[in-house]
């Protein structure tokens, strides 16, 4: 039925980059034959589930949506990925998503732009934005994204659903493909709280294969979902973000009304101001770039990925001085990586290199500290912290593929909490006067996915 429905949407949607055919059946009838024999079954038995085509899988393609991994499988699954299938969950496709998750539209992907099911004329949102659209159109109730600025929180606003972005460590990153190995986390994308619950309480916990995971309890995500009372609980409104400039009505309103809901329920409301702000989206467009420079090297046609195979191949710039390697690696990256991975490769590159270090990367580092900061301050004033996802909802496609700043502007809220590490969640928020989802932004302590939880189960 899940394939079926995959299939129906693939021609407009074009959510997914890999559908799974024999592999999804097989699991399905393990789950079936377990049930029958009256075997204990796992919390996620039998639910089909939707994988960014960034996490490793072994029995499927995991491209990146770039021509440099077109047709790699991986020789083993990424660990958020066996988790899930250990608690019985079918990993029904891989979906689509900007090149290499750098991107805000899903336009990057070298397989084709996903569309929004909610106006197939806008974007879905990006990078995860083929795993949003993937929810969003039905076909399955939880869907797996990464967050390295905004990346599920951005598209689930786009797209009218639910996404969470756990603290940096609470899921393994092993088996992840690195983009900004310091902000990338993976998290679940659902229809409510409750998916995103058991799809966390499946992926959550520490991996001795990725050194930044943190050993720290699981505890039971959907616990907390009984109550809606919020008595006892303060949430900070960050009333500087939804009066900024080139905020629309739609977002403003919708937050604004979250306040008013969130009051009702119990919580005390406060104002809280996040001073650094301003100098979150330089920051990350120059520590995410270096660190996708430095992940990317791998990428050179031996290592991994795609080789150009003749040295004609090339663009001769007159460069005889190339000897054969230098040849075959220059003209794979060439071929493999499109225009935008290219631009933050470039850009990486320039901010680390010895006479720029200082300047650029050294400074961005100093200003994340201060950004940490910010929050740490914050969260001795308030528990939760409310604020917009996005400047604006939807926007169409090819609004912004030809200026890479509005597309980076895109990122203006939801880059604090990767560069701090905190978890942050985004809930639908009501419609805009043309009937676009807008999402709403609760962000929280380190390790209160519990907490976001609470408040998001108790609001929706
Ligand atoms: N839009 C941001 C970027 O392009 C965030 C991407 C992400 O979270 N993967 O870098």
Redesign the pocket.
Known sequence: QTIAAIEASQPTINAFTHVAGDSAMAAAERVDADRKAGRTLGPLAGLPVAIKDVLCTSDMPTTCSSEMLRGFVPPYNATVVSKLTAAGAIVIGKTNM?EF????STETSAMGVTRNPWDEARTPG???GGAAAAVACGAVSLSIG???????R?PAAFCGITGLKPTYGRCSRYGLVA?ASS??QAGPMGWSVDDVAIGLQAMAGYDPADSTSVDHPVPDYRAVLQSTDLRGLKIGVLRDSINQDGVSDAVRRSVEDAERVFQELGAEIVEISLQHSPYWVPT??VI?PCEASSNLSRFDGAHYGHRAMRAADAVDEGEGVMGPLETMYRTSRAAGFGSEVKRRIIVGTYALSAGYYDAYYNQALKVRRLIRGDYDAAFDQADLLLGPVTPSPAFRLGENVDDPIA??L??LF??GA?LAGVPAISLPGGLDDQGLPVGIQLQGPVMEESRLLFAGGAFQ
Do not use: E, K
């Open positions: 900007d998750a750098m991107g805000a990006g990078s995860s990464t967050d390295t600025g905004g990346s599920i951005q983009f902000l990338d990350y467009y995410a597309m980076y895109c990122d939801t880059v990767n």
